[in-house]
């Protein structure tokens, strides 16, 4: 089975553009999350989506968003970027458990988009 | 709060020797613990997790854990390391609706 791929690998942008990206999940997985990958704050969780919907946001400002597609396919844009927004952004996909057991579950990570903010 | 502490920056091991990277966990109710491992210019690779059961969880590549709740601890092991077992590793816990939240990470370096 394909792992989680993300698009692009890598980025260079200028403070003030605003960026997509993209994460394909593991065939058969509905929730999608990701996570910001910095040298000073470590790995931080920005969203969870699941059927479409925001189900769970972290700390971050409104220029972080996201969406999620019918077809389980996620993307987040970042607006108006800032040079601390440069970092790896994550993306992990897990099969969407319910209840309970949705805390158990593995998430599996892709490689990862290194965006530079210049 | 949910939390998970890695009290090490760095582990340094010859290769053939066991290792051992610490995880401490500050959990309300039932913890839910993983660990992963990455590799420059990689994603995160999950090694294996905690749920209930076992003390002693076997996940991937030899790697093990062991879950003590008395010392709130979560220790990543292994017997024999590798050369290749060389790598950012993290402990994370499960804080709900696919939240990861995840320890300061440990860089193990195993020499030959």
């Known amino acids: 089975k394909a792992g989680v791929t993300q698009t692009p690998r890598y980025l260079i942008k200028t403070r003030g553009q605003q960026v997509t990206l993209s994460c394909s999940p593991i065939?058969?997985?509905?929730?999608v999350s990701w996570y910001q990958q910095t040298p000073g704050q470590g790995l931080q969780f920005l969203f969870e989506?699941?059927?479409?919907?925001?189900?769970n946001k972290g700390n971050f400002p409104g220029r972080f968003s996201g969406r999620q597609f019918s077809n389980s396919r996620s993307e987040m844009n970042v607006s108006t970027l800032e040079l601390g927004d440069s970092a790896l952004y994550l993306c992990?996909?897990?099969?969407?458990?319910?209840?309970?057991?949705?805390?158990?579950?593995?998430?599996?990570f892709g490689p990862g988009t290194r965006l530079l903010v210049l | 709060a949910q939390s998970v502490a890695q009290p090490e920056d760095q582990v340094n091991v010859a290769e053939g020797n066991p290792l051992t990277v610490k995880c401490t966990y500050s959990?309300?109710?039932?913890?839910?613990l993983f660990w992963y491992v990455q590799y420059p210019n990689r994603g995160l690779q999950f090694l294996l997790k905690?749920?209930?059961?076992?003390?002693l969880v076997k996940g991937s590549y030899g790697f093990e854990a062991e879950f003590n709740k008395s010392q709130t601890s979560f220790h990543l092991k292994k017997p024999s390391a590798l050369v290749s077992d060389s790598a950012l590793y993290f402990c994370?816990?499960?804080?709900?609706?696919?939240?990861?939240?995840f320890g300061t990470g440990t860089r193990l370096l195993v020499s030959p």
């Open positions: 989506y699941f059927s479409e919907t925001q189900r």
């Open positions: 959990v309300s109710g039932n913890p839910y």
């Open positions: 992990a996909s897990s099969l969407g458990l319910a209840g309970g057991q949705r805390d158990q579950e593995t998430q599996y």
């Open positions: 994370a816990v499960s804080r709900g609706f696919q939240k990861l939240v």
């Open positions: 065939s058969g997985h509905r929730s």
């Open positions: 905690y749920i209930t059961g076992d003390n």
